[in-house]
């Protein structure tokens, strides 16, 4: 494991936290290298049930994507198939089941991994998955709120109009320059209170805030590189959604499986 740190702390100790909370270090561009060879590795050693996370994941945004249409919420395409990936980190905890069992040498079928998150449902990681939803939420809330005040006058029917109408028209750029940092400040700030946050409660027994904090303070301790890590997720899944959603069947689970190796590198063990 790569690991840098500066001062009078030795090279390879966790920057310390306070009593009680887990420890991070730093993490380095050979943490993030090293953790997508670990993820892909993964990734081969059982492909088949790997994809199916994947598939799911691409079947249930196709599915919702299909749903707007016939509901006629055409203004909703856009910032689905945007906000879409940020409730990855939750679609992929068979995957860091998996990974972990791995690492362990352990040997698991459908059945162990599948129920994963029925065997979660008695600790921490419902609630975290109504903090995504609820991001998720205010992401489609604030895209609407800017839609009506920018493109008031506006019109469309259908997707051709809603496009022509955001890309090709002065209210249009308004509306995108507004929408993007309105969505780049809410992905940044749902990327860092779930980046290993899903992968701790998975694997330890600790609260769903101080998982957070934790994800935080590793964002904070490697701003750079875990910002690099953030682009390239973002690009990675937003152009996995380009073939009809279907490069989510390798992307997803393959960045899924990385996220855990990059949770081990970043986040000290557990004491005991």
Not at 113 to 133: P, Y
Request: aromatic residues 14%; neutral net charge; proline residues 6%.
């Amino acid at each position: 494991m790569t690991s840098k740190t500066s001062g009078p702390i030795p090279p390879g100790n966790p920057t310390p936290q306070q009593p009680g909370s887990p420890a991070v270090k730093k993490v380095t561009v050979d943490d993030i290298t090293e953790s997508l060879k670990a993820g892909f590795s993964d990734f081969l050693a059982r492909p088949v049930m790997s994809g199916f996370f994947g598939l799911f994941y691409a079947v249930f945004g196709i599915l919702f994507v299909w749903c707007l249409f016939w509901l006629g919420k055409i203004w909703m395409v856009i910032p689905a198939a945007i906000g879409f990936p940020l409730v990855a980190p939750f679609a992929a905890a068979g995957l860091y089941e998996m990974s972990r069992r791995l690492q362990q040498g352990k040997n698991f079928g459908w059945s162990e991994v599948l129920t994963v998150m029925i065997k979660q449902r008695k600790r921490e990681m419902g609630w975290m998955a109504f903090v995504t939803l609820f991001i998720l939420w205010v992401w489609f809330y604030q895209f609407r709120t800017v839609l009506v005040i920018v493109l008031q006058d506006s019109s469309f029917s259908d997707l051709n109009g809603f496009l022509n109408t955001v890309f090709y028209t002065q209210e249009g750029w308004t509306f995108l320059a507004i929408g993007t940092c309105l969505g780049a400040f809410l992905s940044a700030v749902l990327f860092s209170v779930t980046v290993i946050t899903m992968p701790m409660l998975l694997d330890r027994d600790i609260d769903f805030i101080s998982a957070m904090l934790t994800s935080i303070r590793v964002v904070l301790e490697s701003p750079a590189v875990m910002l690099a890590w953030a682009a390239i997720v973002a690009v990675t899944m937003l152009l996995s959604l380009v073939p009809a959603f279907l490069g989510l069947i390798f992307t997803l689970p393959i960045l899924g499986h990385t996220t855990w190796h990059l949770y081990l590198r970043a986040v000290s063990p557990a004491e005991g």
